[in-house]
């Protein structure tokens, strides 16, 4: 989930080059002392601090260097070993289920020469200053933190054959680092990880620039297949946290509890922005179990993070909580509200129609368009609409909060613990320093746990309670009501085609909520970064482009969601090509491939457009990776093969998070106009795959997810209020509705390609992919999502 909208309340820091440097013995045995494990005790410290800018010697940051606290790649932060060899990694992003924890530990594992079945994982807490950014955002964990980890276990690597050397009195030339041990090459005798631990801490650091890193020959761990390993070799690096999560061991936000806790659930204003005019807690206070009950102010708008206010009730149990506030007489005031109180997304997909008719701010132009239309022997104008969706985690949110003194302890399960932590650190009036933040396993995220808000009620509720510890807890029915919720969006689409059937002029008018309003006052047309999102970086070769941003006001709070603004993006562009190519009485495939023209790189750069924060040159458009996935694809899902009646296979291809998917989908339409998708080929370009398994269960939970997406899910509000209540109305793909097979063929997996997102990019073609296949069984084209019933009109 890309969290590309730049908070005006965030403050910039200026990032470090670091430079490895030389820690004392002294500090080593304090640490020693302190945590009675030994550490790698090497340090690195900051060297310099620069400024952004034009200048040469200030260039322009890009990747992990532009984020806040960029990254640290310090083995005495991530690496530790015990007497006993274990060794203990720390991981320090946000795992939702996308397998970081393993992925993290598998890379410093590999460097540094760990046996797998001696490492364990730690979470780490919320302390940027110390590892990092840690906001697990926009599919960019891996991308960003590839390079730092492998030299964290290269260093750990390096001051382990030192030690060696040291202790056997030998050149550390002929030592060489095996599987948990260094081998003393002349003699073969060997030392542990955890012998040679003390008498490694003692080792000066190597420079960054003196690691020699492995070789891709000498990987035991990274960019293996799963099917690579033998069945029974316990060194494959399987998930570190599956057994708990199969067994029920693993631990979530709702499975904490503290002595003395309260149990919190909280009243929400019913539409964004209302008020408590006023309430009657009689009857919620005598049901047993209640404690209190407490009013929560309203965030004015725009709202950021900060809670939406309500009324809360604090119980000694969830189920005492839950019951008291059904008991509560509230008297809501929509007049804070203002229009947001009587939102009906049904008259809002109207409104959105009628502006769709004129012209929008214009972003980007090229060639005549006026000229393309005159001259065009046939031409194509239609909408494409896409609703408001949730998030919908399986986990609904919780967090805990209690308050000693100068100190609080946080327990949650977050995608953000930095913004967790300085937001209650502002609130409750402490050192940020003195909040500390313990990150859990969350269940699902899609980029709703990005947003902290129910951290910070959990704050307010301890502090009204003098600091009693206090868990608030969101129901599936508070998630639907009262989340940040992905936009909707209208795409206007015009194209026209010459006497030889190719296309000469392109129109994209897209209208859409910006997650700016979230922020930003009067913010009524998406951000660069939006239109980035497979518009402006649109890479057909096409005479005469125009790409427009229609006016689209906010009236429910609106957030990151997987994918972010590419998936109606996706939708509409994807679906009106595979129009057009019917248009032209071509077939699809050839048509796409003929729209993006001869090979060729364009420059973000030069072109203003957003590139998800990397660096253009690395990272380029590149429609000969485009053209790679589709043929990928369409290869292994036997394209223009004959199918049966009412069965159909269809196409689309997006490139998100620089990364690039062609998926292509074979589906049925019974005579009833139930969907059966047979089966999903996914070709998928994100470089080098450095854990392959991980990769491909992204792009299976992907095709899932927007299987979903294009049947059944939406959120519709009426009078300001969110229409779902649960599950029963929030339609989400149950297993008849996955895709009965899914195959992902990896594309340019090699290391001469930079590492592009993985989480993400799945997402935005498979909606467009299926509807084409609908149209190739059925001939009737899906122009609004999602499908619901209409093929059984």
Known sequence: MSNTIVDPNATQTDEVELEIANVSRRRFLRGLTATGVLVIAARWTPATSAAEGEDPDNPKKYGAEAMAHGWVDNPDVFISIAPDNTVTLINHRGEMGQGIRTSVAMVMADEMGADWQKVRVEQAIANEEKYGNQNTDGSRSMRHWFDPLRRAGAAARSMLEHAAAKLWGVPVAECRTGVHQVIHIPTNRTLSFGELAATAAEQPVPE?????????????????????????????????????????????????????????????????????????????????????????PTATQPSGYEPMGGIAVLAESTWAAIQGRKALGIDWDNGPAGANASYDSVAYRKLLGERAKTTGKVVSQKGDMAAAREAAAQSLSVN????????????????????????????????????????????????????????????????????????????????????????????????????????????????????????????????????????APNAEYQSPSEMGMGIRNMPFDIPAVQLENGEA????????????????????????????????????????????GPDRKIDPGKEHIFNYGEDPARYPIDTARYRAVIERATKEAGWGREMPANRGLGLAVHNSFVSYCAIVMDVEVTEGGDVIVHRADVA?????????????????????????????????????????????????????????EIHVHAVNNDLDMPLGGVGEPGLPPVAPALCNAIFAATGKRIRTLPIADQLKS
């Open 208 to 296: 960054r620039k003196s690691l020699k890193l492995k070789s891709p020959d000498e990987w035991r761990f990274i960019m293996r297949e799963p099917q690579a390993f033998p069945k029974t070799n316990d060194a494959q690096p399987l998930a570190v946290d599956g057994m708990d999560i199969l067994t029920g061991k693993a631990q979530f936000a709702a499975d904490v509890s503290w002595d003395n806790m309260l149990y919190a659930v909280i009243a929400r204003p019913p539409s964004y922005g209302a008020a408590v005019k006023s309430f009657d807690d009689k009857k919620a206070l005598a049901v047993p179990g209640v404690v209190k009950v407490i009013q929560m």
């Open 384 to 519: 494409y609409y896409a609703p408001h969706m949730a998030q919908a985690p399986m986990e609904p949110m919780a967090a805990m909060v209690r308050i000693n003194g100068d100190r609080a302890d946080v327990w949650t399960s977050v995608q953000n613990p930095q913004a967790a932590r300085d937001g209650v650190a502002k609130r409750l009036q402490l050192k940020p320093e003195n909040v500390t933040v313990q990150c859990g396993l969350m269940g699902g995220g899609f980029g709703r746990k990005a947003k902290p808000d129910y951290v910070f009620e959990a704050a307010d509720l301890s502090k009204a309670m003098n600091g009693r510890p206090v868990r608030v807890q969101w129901t599936r029915e508070d998630d639907l009501h009262n989340g940040f919720f992905h936009t909707v969006a209208l795409e206007h689409m015009q194209g026209y085609l010459d006497d030889n059937k190719r296309v000469s002029g392109w129109l994209h008018r897209s209208l859409a909520p910006s997650i700016s309003s979230l922020f």
């Open 553 to 596: 006001e906010g009236h429910i709070r609106i957030g990151w969601f997987r994918s972010v603004y590419n998936v109606p993006h996706a939708f509409a562009i994807q679906s009106f090509v595979a129009e057009l190519a019917h248009l032209a009485g071509k077939d699809h495939r050839d048509f796409l491939l003929e729209l993006l």
């Open 684 to 740: 998928f370009d994100c470089g080098p795959q450095i854990n392959p398994d991980r990769v491909a269960a992204q792009m299976e939970g992907a095709c899932v997810m927007g299987t979903g997406i294009a049947l059944m899910t939406q959120i519709t509000a009426k009078d300001g209020r969110i229409q779902q209540d649960n599950f029963h109305q929030y339609l989400v793909p149950r297993i008849n509705h996955a895709p009965r």
